[in-house]
C-alpha cells in the first residue's frame, strides 16, 4: 500500500466542476481497485474578487482552498500568474505552492511515497522541483497539448525533459503520444503507454436509445462535446450542417468562442439546427450521448479523447478526425468512421457514410467493452509500487 501526493492544476472543484475529469476519474478508478491512498493538491491562480463580471478569473476566487470529493481530501493553494511572461515562471510558483501546502499536510502527521503529476507543464515540471527538494519519486501523465504543442518550445521543452530525466516513469495516454515524446527526446526507457479506460458502469446506453435510433426516415442527431476552443473544430462541425439537411447538433461545452460559433451558426443559415447547451454533468452527458445518433470529434490534435470512448460505452458511434490516439481505438466498423482529411466536406462524407453503414444495436457498446480500466489501472499499479521501491 502506498500514498500518493497528487499534484496537477487539472482536477475538478465545486466550482469548475469539469475541469479535468479525466484526472479525477482515473485515481478513483486506482483507489477502488487497490490498497493505495491519496491526497491532491490541485493549485488554482490567486485571484483577490469573485465578482461574476470578473468571469472565469471570479472562479478561480469561488474555489475553496480545501474540499473533499468522493473521500479523497483536495487542497486548492493559490499561485500567481504573471502575464506575458508567466508561461516561464509559473512552475515555479506552482512547485512554491505545492510546497507550502505539502509542508502544511505533513505537519499535520502525513507522509507520502510517490508524486503522481498530470499535464506536463508547467504541472509536471513544478512537481519534478517539488520531487526533488522532498526526495519523493515522481510519475508525470502527459495528455496531449502539452506534448504536441508545448513540449516543441525551446525553454518549456527543455524544462520538461529536465523533468522527464527526474521522473521515475513518464506516462503517455497513447502510443501517438508517446512515440512523440521519444522524438523530443524524453528518455524512452522512462516513458510508457497507458491509454485512458471508460467506465462501462456510468457510460451504458439508456433503455431508450434502441427504439429511437431504429426509426427510419428521422433525422439524424449530431453531438459534438468540448471546450468551445479552436482546436476542438466545432466550428468545422457547424459548417459540415451546411451539406447536412438532415442533421441537427448539439454542442457540450462552454469557452471563448460561443459567441462566434453561435454567430457562424447564423451565418450558415443552420442556427434553428444548431443547439448549444453549455457545460453539463456525468448524468446529464450520457443522456446527451444515448439520445445522439452520432458523436463528431473534429479536433486537430488529441492525446487519447474520452469523448470516444465514452460514447461508444453509450453505444453511440463517433465520426472523428485522425489524430493523436483516435486511431487506436477506432479499430472497426462498429466505432464509427475515421476521417482522411479535417474539414467540412470530410465530416458531412463520414456523417453520410456512418448513415448508410450504421451498426446494429448495441455492437458499438460491445466494441467498447474492451476499453474498460482494467488493464491500465493494473499497469499503473505496479508503476507505483515499482517508483515507491526505487526510494526505499
Not at 457547424?238 to 459567441?259: Q, S
Request: glycine share 6%; aromatic share 8%; net charge neutral.
Amino acid at each position: 500500500m502506498g500514498k500518493l501526493l497528487v499534484a496537477t492544476t487539472l482536477y475538478p472543484n465545486q466550482v469548475q466542476f469539469r475541469h479535468g475529469i479525466f484526472v479525477e476519474a482515473r485515481l478513483r478508478r486506482l483507489l477502488a481497485a487497490s490498497d493505495h491512498r491519496a491526497t491532491v493538491i490541485a493549485p488554482v491562480p490567486w485571484f483577490p474578487f469573485t465578482s461574476q463580471r470578473f468571469t472565469r478569473y471570479a472562479e478561480y476566487a469561488r474555489v475553496p482552498h480545501v474540499e473533499q470529493r468522493h473521500g479523497i481530501d483536495i487542497y486548492h493553494p493559490r499561485y500567481l500568474v504573471v502575464p506575458k511572461i508567466g508561461m516561464l515562471l509559473t512552475p515555479l510558483f506552482l512547485a512554491w505552492a505545492m510546497w507550502r501546502q505539502l509542508r502544511a499536510i505533513e505537519r499535520d502527521g502525513d507522509r507520502f511515497d510517490v508524486i503522481d503529476a498530470h499535464y506536463y507543464y508547467p504541472d509536471g515540471v513544478a512537481a519534478a522541483i517539488l520531487a526533488r527538494v522532498c526526495r519523493l519519486p515522481l510519475l508525470i501523465t502527459a495528455r496531449g497539448t502539452d506534448i504536441n504543442v508545448i513540449a516543441k518550445m525551446r525553454v518549456p521543452g527543455a524544462l520538461m525533459r529536465w523533468a522527464a530525466r527526474t521522473a521515475h516513469c513518464s506516462i503517455a495516454v497513447s502510443a501517438a503520444l508517446q512515440q512523440t515524446m521519444c522524438d523530443l527526446g524524453f528518455p524512452a526507457i522512462r516513458v510508457r503507454a497507458l491509454r485512458n479506460g471508460v467506465d462501462l458502469q456510468h457510460f451504458q446506453p439508456p433503455s431508450t436509445a434502441a427504439s429511437e435510433r431504429d426509426r427510419p426516415g428521422k433525422q439524424i442527431k449530431l453531438l459534438s462535446v468540448g471546450n468551445l476552443i479552436e482546436l476542438k473544430g466545432h466550428d468545422l462541425v457547424v459548417e459540415a450542417l451546411t451539406m447536412l439537411d438532415e442533421c441537427t447538433l448539439t454542442i457540450v461545452g462552454d469557452g471563448p468562442l460561443r459567441d462566434t460559433l453561435e454567430q457562424q451558426a447564423h451565418v450558415c443559415g443552420v442556427a434553428d439546427r444548431v443547439y448549444f447547451v453549455g457545460a453539463v454533468d456525468q448524468a446529464r452527458l450520457v443522456e446527451l450521448y444515448g439520445e445522439s445518433d452520432m458523436l463528431v470529434l473534429a479536433s486537430s490534435r488529441e492525446g487519447m479523447p474520452n469523448v470516444v470512448l465514452e460514447a461508444m460505452a453509450c453505444d453511440t458511434p463517433v465520426v472523428a478526425t485522425n489524430v493523436g490516439g483516435v486511431p487506436e481505438i477506432m479499430l472497426a466498423p462498429e466505432a464509427g468512421v475515421l476521417l482522411a482529411r479535417r474539414d467540412a466536406a470530410a465530416i458531412a462524407e463520414g456523417v453520410r457514410h456512418l448513415r448508410e453503414h450504421y451498426p446494429s444495436i448495441g455492437a458499438t457498446r460491445k466494441y467498447a467493452e474492451q476499453f474498460s480500466w482494467d488493464r491500465t489501472i493494473h499497469d499503473l499499479s505496479e508503476l507505483i509500487a515499482a517508483a515507491a521501491d526505487s526510494a526505499s
